[in-house]
T-cell receptor
Framework: EPEVTQTPSHQVTQMGQEVILRCVPISNHLYFYWYRQILGQKVEFLVSFYNNEISEKSEIFDDQFSVERPDGSNFTLKIRSTKLEDSAMYFC????????????FGSGTQLSVL | DAKTTQPTSMDCAEGRAANLPCNHSTISGNEYVYWYRQIHSQGPQYIIHGLKNNETNEMASLIITEDRKSSTLILPHATLRDTTVYYCIVRAFYGQNFVFGPGTRLSVLP
């Protein structure tokens, strides 16, 4: 069964450093998403992306965050200057176009900011 | 905020059906009901979804009340591996983000 692939599985960085989290969505999917989950808390929406532009973003997704689809397969989340509170599990998801389409989630990248 | 309310936790005996309720009293006509679960810290896993008719797949059944204000996820023969957090989500047109609540922590007891 096709799956969403995320790399790396773990990322450790120093506060203030830039990080790029990478995702390969399912190949025929058109909608892409990033979510995060701080340890012990809910899964939170960050951003959705369609047709090479952001379609929706949450309050969490401030100017420190950006997303990009640099080629036909990758979807990246960049955090420009990481903060301690950015430590979380970050999930990428994708879906086909359609009103009832379900999201497929990757296994996540655990980001630890020291 | 999530548009659904679920019990915080539930227990179920192994081999019995697990019935997980969800209230979505403000659901609108174009919103689907989705169920996901999250095993350990992995990404949420899709289980089932529906609009107004009951649905069944290889994992579970979804029963939606006629007024669509509530639904029940049924795991027909719960196993110990089904012990995890289950999320009920309502979502409208494509591209709208999924809003996760705290979910229901199901414990399947031997």
């Amino acid at each position: 069964e096709p799956e969403v692939t995320q790399t790396p599985s773990h990322q450790v960085t120093q506060m203030g450093q830039e990080v790029i989290l990478r995702c390969v969505p399912i190949s025929n999917h058109l909608y892409f998403y990033w979510y995060r989950q701080i340890l012990g808390q809910k899964v939170e929406f960050l951003v959705s992306f369609y047709n090479n532009e952001i379609s929706e973003k949450s309050e969490i997704f401030d100017d420190q965050f950006s997303v990009e689809r640099p080629d036909g397969s990758n979807f990246t989340l960049k955090i420009r200057s990481t903060k301690l509170e950015d430590s979380a599990m970050y999930f990428c998801a994708s879906s086909e176009e359609g009103a009832s389409e379900k999201l497929f989630f990757g296994s996540g990248t655990q980001l630890s900011v020291l | 905020d999530a548009k659904t309310t679920q019990p915080t936790s539930m227990d179920c005996a192994e081999g019995r059906a697990a019935n997980l309720p969800c209230n979505h009293s403000t659901i609108s006509g174009n919103e689907y009901v989705y169920w996901y679960r999250q095993i350990h810290s992995q990404g949420p896993q899709y289980i089932i979804h529906g609009l107004k008719n009951n649905e069944t797949n290889e994992m579970a059944s979804l029963i939606i009340t006629e007024d669509r204000k509530s639904s029940t996820l049924i795991l027909p023969h719960a196993t110990l591996r089904d012990t995890t957090v289950y999320y009920c989500i309502v979502r409208a047109f494509y591209g709208q983000n999924f809003v996760f609540g705290p979910g229901t922590r199901l414990s399947v007891l031997p």
